[in-house]
DNA sequence: TTGTACGCGTTATCAT
DNA sequence: ATGATAACGCGTACAA
């Protein structure tokens, strides 16, 4: 059915190298060009994807694991936020994507798929303390870039943000608005965006002479470990609560309204992410702004350095993050 | 670096033939096969899949193309919704997704990377009225699935719901409460579902000897066009509103919030999708459920049922809805 | 049951 | 500048 460089050498009457040289922009004499090149159009050819794989070794296409517990993959923006980033750089250089999601990816199913000459790289989310499919990958010869990274990874290209001082900055914020008791809400035990946040949560809190353990509480990215975390918090008699995320946040807020309190002036709340949502919260969440579009662009054109030029070594970039204040930590504006 | 056949073959010391019957299970006598298989683990060996597309004719690989706008694409969980159900039910049987997203991919891009004998299949959203991409997948040779169609599609293969039927089921329980001035706030203008919606929104309203027109506005799916669209109806004096899907009530229900209205007791409020947040609105929010994740997972099974069956012609299948009536049309419970 | 040999459609090298 | 021709790695008739 599909014309093949044969069949337009034959058309053309020239050779199938010289169609080739024509399609791929070779040393063709202007003439000969012309001719071939109308008969390209005429006939609308497309080449084969997999011969030209099969010849040239490069493929066009790039690999995106994203391997996350669906529950959080699919509900929060922030994965959909990624692929958006990545979408859009990779659409803009008409390199393809594969998608591996969910969490059903073993290291089998993996390598049975990803690791077989089709896919010239991979961006794959390093988001678990323990992930053999991100080891698997970082062990194999394929190109790889991180989102994210364990500290295993510092030798491996990746694009991540600085947690750690990001949240530290966070809870510095609540400790200045004078905040005594600042809680949090950790992230799914396992990942490394939990830890790192609370990492950076005990050392702002240590800083200021206070206890780091007293009032850390387990939760898992999801509104509902807001709900219930607030609800132990509160009587923990906390006066600001840093959510690990604005998902988590969004629950604190329920369970602080349920329960009659007021935010900012009772409690405090903070998330992370700076999704956009956030700002459409009541109160408006203080949170940190991630770029999260700009990770997943970034981690795509990372890729393509890689993959230009292969004896750079790793490239690892750390992407900014803001302190963005709204209302729910310090009030609405006063008009005297 | 990576091993072929004819590696395995020198190692195994039988033909290349053999070790390839061996992997795809073709008659081999036991002893040889053990052997053969012993060789395979040991060396952790992977068929190139460019080679085996080439040879065989088939990728093992299925395009998805969902040609939204990004606005939508990346906010609106129907849509992760879907690709949740085609991810699910694609990994079940192992075969690989490639993606084009948003609404860059023209149908010139759409042919350079989709018509390339890469893809055995395709799944693609049906969601506009006039869509050159889909009409260009639909007259190609290439295997194709739709989510959503177009009056134009009746002799292609399709998964979809009956919208007209379900707006008119949700409209009539609208009138059915006893409401006399049913609002619509429609859906992007141009897109099927907008359409259809309107059509079952104006099916119900004349059987009940109503204007059609009266009382319909423009909007786009988005939680602003709610915003919007609500404080014109308010003005027409509407003591309901049906909106083109839940993110659009989500605004109403702000909108109403806003000017102190109250839910349902001055306006009712439906939406359409029962997406997860839909029952956390406040009040939580009578809707359509439409299964997405289903519509997602029975697209790739029918892709499936195409490749395997290619003579059988084409598959319509429409999924069931189910009103789903909460507290956003019918109150509180009473308590007596 | 096993091996030989050709074809899949392209790129790339080497002559001309 | 152009044309043969050899890879690329695998599937598969056909032969043995």
Redesign the pocket.
Known sequence: M?????DLAALS??????V??V??G????E???QRVMEVLQRTN????L???T???GRSGVVGVVMHIDPRLLFNDPYFSGLLHGMSNALAEKAVGMMLWLGDRTREETLDQILLR?MLDGVIVTAHWLEDPIVDGLLESSIPTVLIGHRHADRNASYVDVDDVQAADTLTTHLLDIGRQRVGHIAGLPGSVAAADRVAGYRRAIQRAGLDPDDLVVEGDFTRESGLVGTKTLIDLGVDAIFCANDATAGGALEALRERGLRVPEDVAVAGYDDLEFAARLDPPLTTIRQGVLAQGSEAARTLFQLLDHPDDGPRRIVLPTELVVRRSTIGAVRSE
């Open positions: 599909a014309l093949t460089l044969d009457g020239v050779s199938r190298a010289t080739s040289r399609v791929n070779g040393p063709v004499a003439a000969t060009r050819y497309r080449p084969n997999a011969a030209r099969l010849a040239s000459g």
